[in-house]
């Protein structure tokens, strides 16, 4: 049986018509696919830098928590059709969607503060900037912290990351709901309620596996050993965020280091863990995923994650 | 020729959210505010706010929005809202009896300080819950109050996988956030 061109006028039509009616709007393509069309996720939010604060500052900070969560969020969405049943599959998903979220408003947030951090695309490249951010810059112009680029491992590395991850940036989202930057104060306030699923989520799965089998209490040790020298660069405070925070728009992340520890003691502690005792990854000469210092495994992510977009800049998606 | 606009609010607030269709864009609470531009009346400028940060079907919303705007002669924009943050508390009581009429399982009160979960309350540290959460809802198809959540994430960011003990039928619970 063929299919012929789906008759709009037909009482009986195809399961085609739906998406042929949204074009009777011209130029409205959106139906094909969410997504296809570019908008401004800040569209109508007074994006004006307050009083007093450094615009590119602002930029820089935002670049950091928004690449926080792009870089994350990837490696998270690596899960999707590997997780161990199904319903881990849709939870790893849907807390990558939440970070993909919070990293396009940041980023676009930062290009509103100062447009100069976004990469020069073509003339007449439809890429919004956002995109152009996610999309065109090099791992060195990333300012994520590297917790979030290594590679995934098993599950059980996947579940201490990403309660390290989100129990750092609940803290940070949680005092930065009170920023005089509002739009940063409104993505913080939607943020939290997001992350606080996702640590939940993450604890729950960090107990069962330490109180689990040999075998899943085995591999929670391991991941645990194996992330933890990451863990310091969560609660450590770059240049950038030290002076954001004295200009009363953004968080010194070392200032939650206490409260960070107090949920993690908890978990540790229901759990039947010890605290590891391995120190911090080095940086070079002190600097770390906040200055651009990367791993060689966010090269690897970017060139999967960006080669697409860098074929076509002028690409309509 | 003088014609009559059926009220912009009215129009906007028949456009139903593309992933919960039961439900309108007022019902669930992300229409915030339709306003008709008192120097030109046909100009309407629509305002929403997502639901999670990177609610995929925003787009879809603004497009159905501007369609049906348009059909019923308006030249509308929409614009963003992000503050206050959208909560589960806004979906209507209209909005909470389509849902259960459709087998989805309705949110109970959002945050801490109104006794409920998922939400979260004041300023200040978020406590951790290790326990899974606990919620007094039923069966949206036989009633049973003996149910037990599968997955705090189901197949779209605002909803929670749950299963009925009694009838076993799975079912969805939107989230209180």
Not at chain 1, 148 to 160: L, N, Y
């Amino acid at each position: 049986m063929s299919h012929g061109t789906p008759d709009p006028n037909a009482a009986t039509g195809s399961v085609y018509d739906g998406l042929l009616e949204h074009h009777d709007v011209v130029g409205d393509d959106s139906a094909w696919a969410f997504g296809t069309d570019f908008e401004d996720p800040l569209a109508g939010v007074d994006t004006t830098v307050p009083d007093g604060v450094d615009a590119a500052e602002l930029a820089a900070y935002c670049l950091m928590l928004g690449d926080d969560a792009l870089v994350m969020s990837h490696r998270l969405s690596e899960w999707a059709s590997n997780a161990p049943d199904l319903e881990e599959d849709i939870a790893l998903a849907n807390t990558a969607l939440d970070l993909l979220g919070q990293a396009r408003l940041l980023l676009a947030r930062a290009a509103a503060a100062d447009p100069s951090v976004v990469p020069a695309l073509p003339e007449g490249s439809p890429v919004p900037a956002e995109d152009a951010l996610a999309f065109f810059r090099e791992a060195g112009d990333f300012r994520n912290v590297r917790l979030a680029e290594v590679p995934v491992g098993d599950f059980a590395h996947t579940v201490v990351r990403l309660l390290l991850f989100s129990t750092a940036r609940l803290a940070v989202l949680a005092r930065l709901r009170e920023s005089r930057d509002p739009v940063l104060a409104a993505i913080a306030a939607k943020g939290v309620k997001e992350l606080t699923y996702h640590r939940d989520h993450a604890g729950r799965w960090f107990l069962t596996l330490a109180q689990g089998t040999d075998e899943s209490r085995r591999r929670l040790l391991a991941a645990l050993d194996e992330v933890w020298p990451l863990h310091a660069e969560l609660v450590s405070a770059h240049p950038t965020e030290t002076a954001v925070a004295a200009a009363g728009v953004g968080v010194d992340p070392s200032e939650v280091a206490a409260e960070v520890d107090v949920v993690l003691e908890q978990v540790l502690a229901v759990s039947g863990v010890d605290r590891p005792e391995k120190g911090a990854l080095a940086g070079v000469r002190g600097r770390t995923g906040r200055h651009g210092l990367h791993t060689e495994h966010l090269s690897r992510m970017l060139a999967e994650m960006q080669v697409v977009a860098r074929a076509h800049p002028e690409g309509l998606w | 020729m003088v014609t009559t606009l059926a009220p912009a609010r009215d129009v906007a607030a028949e456009v139903t959210d593309p992933e919960m269709p039961m439900l309108t864009l007022e019902d669930l609470g992300v229409l915030r505010d339709v306003r008709e531009h008192a120097d030109d009346p046909r100009r309407v400028t629509v305002t929403i706010t997502p639901t999670y940060s990177g609610c995929p079907a925003m787009a879809t919303m603004r497009d159905d929005l501007v369609r049906r705007l348009r059909e019923a002669g308006y030249d509308p924009t929409v614009e963003v809202s992000l503050s206050p943050a959208w909560s589960s508390d806004w979906i209507t009581e209209r909005g909470r009896q389509a849902l259960r009429d459709h087998g989805l399982s309705a949110p109970g009160p959002a945050g801490p300080a109104a006794g409920g979960v998922g939400g979260v309350g004041g300023a200040g540290p978020v406590p951790l819950t290790l326990l899974p959460v606990r919620r007094a809802i039923t069966c949206p198809h036989c009633g049973s109050a003996a149910t037990a959540v599968t997955s705090e994430f189901g197949a779209t960011a605002c909803k929670a996988l749950y299963r009925c003990t009694d009838c076993l039928e799975p079912f969805e619970h939107v989230k209180e956030i």
